[in-house]
């Protein structure tokens, strides 16, 4: 019997006519349920069977014999195939979508994406994802426009979970209820109202938003009441300076203080953008929305 290495492994019985053993003549070659071939011999003195057996290659030492193996260049002792089942290629080696990343790794499978770009970090990439942001809107309805038209056109970011930056997704701002952050504008980052907390003053600056409204809200903008942007650097009775920046976010401390009355008839918590001045009226506004909760 001999083997030739070249390509699949093939064995040809040589002089079939000739004793291997003795005088056990080769009877038959085939290859068993392990993957291993086997030749079996006839002895002739005695009338007997005898089995010979070799291990064919393991091309990739993974302890899964080539014949059997569902990627024999790859380790895989698991022979996982569970992203395609239906086809014989095992998912360590298998790329029907040709990006170069096996089904094994691919956040897309089914869809090109060497980047493997991930935006909200699931279980899937932004080529397949249908909310690459995961804020739950769907990004065939966010339009990316700035102008919110209604839930099928919502003109926000569809990379951005938080288009306008003001705490409150873009899903919630979109829904129906306003008391979980809805019936707002997602693009416009002044209807929720939601402000540190406790006030941001020199004497404390631990104040900060917490993505729902309540009275410690109203009690920390109170504490700005009588700042304004005309006088910037000029402290109320409270030491609050409207043009301070105690929590180095890059805003003017009395902006987060200082909203407009909503201008929506019947829609009291959608407030409007800063006038630069924080009175009384803008404690109100807070307080129109207080229990508001975007978590």
Request: charged letters at 20%; glycine letters at 12%; hydrophobic letters at 30%.
């Amino acid at each position: 019997m001999a083997y030739s290495p070249a390509g699949t492994p093939r064995w040809t019985i040589i002089n079939p006519g000739v004793p291997w053993f003795g005088s056990g003549y080769p009877a038959s070659i085939g290859i068993d349920s392990t993957g291993a071939i086997y030749v079996t011999t006839f002895d002739t003195s005695v009338g007997t069977l005898s089995k010979y057996s070799k291990a064919v290659a393991d091309t990739d030492g993974d302890g899964v014999s080539d014949t059997t193996d569902n990627c024999p260049n790859v380790a895989n002792p698991g022979q996982a195939n569970a992203v395609h089942p239906l086809t014989t290629a095992g998912d360590a080696c298998e790329d029907p979508d040709a990006d170069g990343v096996v089904d094994a790794a691919d956040n897309c499978p089914d869809s090109a994406n060497a980047n493997q770009l991930n935006t909200d970090g699931d279980a899937m990439g932004n080529a397949c994802d249908p909310d690459d942001d995961n804020d739950g809107l769907l990004d065939v309805v966010e339009t990316n426009t700035g102008v919110f038209v209604d839930a099928t056109n919502t003109g926000t970011d569809p990379l951005k979970a938080d288009t306008d930056g003001d705490g409150c997704g873009d899903g919630k701002e979109a829904g129906p209820d306003h008391g979980a952050g809805g019936e707002r504008d997602p693009n416009s980052k002044w209807d929720f109202f939601d402000v540190p907390a406790p006030a941001l003053r020199p004497s404390n600056m631990t104040g900060t938003r917490d993505k729902i409204i309540k009275l410690s809200d109203v009690l920390a903008d109170l504490q700005y009441v009588g700042t304004s942007a005309a006088m910037p650097g000029t402290p109320n009775a409270n030491g609050a300076m409207y043009g301070s920046d105690l929590n180095g976010n890059g805003i003017a401390d009395g902006v987060e203080y200082d909203r407009t009355p909503s201008t929506t008839p019947g829609q009291p918590w959608r407030s409007g953008p800063p006038n630069g001045t924080v009175t009384l009226g803008d404690v109100l506004t807070v307080l129109a929305q207080v229990g508001t909760n975007c978590n």
